[in-house]
């Protein structure tokens, strides 16, 4: 059963439009959510992280946002390039476990065009 | 470059073979992981290590066993593995095991024949 989910396994988008991401999760004892980018021959790398006491982070193009009543959070990239064509994965954690009980989604491909 | 290299960085092996797969983290943290990741698959989280000791086995087969001899290198020793065991294989590190980001190396693409 899988906790952590993300439904789209791909997303295109042109290049300076908005890129949003979403990713849903079942475990109410979630309450540390993160995003890792993965391209092709490297290890995944943090990317934006959030805490349940928040319901928006912001750094720089990068938005997370976090829907508590509806376990839901998404990731908004504004404007959208070229080198943000990667894999996006969304990981969600309780703080009383922290990495050890660190549990990811699939993964969304996303694909921007020039 | 995240400062955790793996190696080999693929690696091919009989079910009879043994094997071992190494990762060195160079950033002076004090937790490292082990992950499996397969194709359409979630990253699995395999083993935890936090100052040495093993902190989290998260019901991995005993084909696989992790060593930990200080906090910069963590291994996986492989023995009896199964074509199904075949995927990225892949190590982290992070400062702590709460609130802390992890940084993970690129990963040993693992084929079992």
């Known amino acids: 059963d899988q906790q952590v989910k993300q439904n789209s396994p791909s997303l295109s988008v042109q290049e300076g439009r908005i890129s949003i991401l979403n990713c849903d999760y079942t475990n109410s004892m979630f309450d540390y959510f993160l995003w890792y980018k993965k391209y092709p021959a490297e290890g995944p790398t943090f990317l934006i992280s959030?805490?349940?006491?928040?319901d928006k982070n912001e750094d720089g193009r990068f938005t997370v946002f976090l829907n508590k009543s509806a376990k839901h959070l998404s990731l908004h990239i504004v404007p959208s390039q070229p080198g943000d064509s990667a894999v996006y994965f969304c990981?969600?954690?309780?703080?009383?476990?922290?990495?050890?009980?660190?549990?990811f989604g699939t993964g969304t491909r996303l694909t921007i065009i020039p | 470059e995240t400062g955790v290299t793996q190696t080999p960085r693929h690696l091919v092996m009989g079910m009879t073979n043994k094997k071992s797969l190494k990762c060195e983290q160079h950033?002076?943290?004090?937790?490292m992981y082990w992950y499996k990741q397969s194709a359409k698959k979630p990253l699995e989280l395999m083993f935890v290590?936090?100052?040495?000791?093993?902190?989290e086995n998260n019901s991995v087969p005993s084909r696989f066993s992790p060593e930990c001899p200080n906090s910069s290198h963590l291994f996986l020793h492989l023995h009896t593995l199964q074509p199904e065991d075949s995927a990225l294989y892949l190590c982290?590190?992070?400062?702590?095991?709460?609130?802390?980001?992890?940084?993970f190396g690129p990963g040993t693409r693992l084929t079992v024949t």
């Open positions: 290590y936090n100052f040495k000791e093993q902190t």
């Open positions: 950033l002076g943290h004090n937790a």
């Open positions: 990981a969600a954690s309780g703080s009383n476990f922290g990495n050890e009980k660190l549990t």
């Open positions: 959030i805490s349940s006491i928040k």
């Open positions: 982290a590190s992070s400062q702590g095991v709460s609130g802390y980001e992890q940084y």
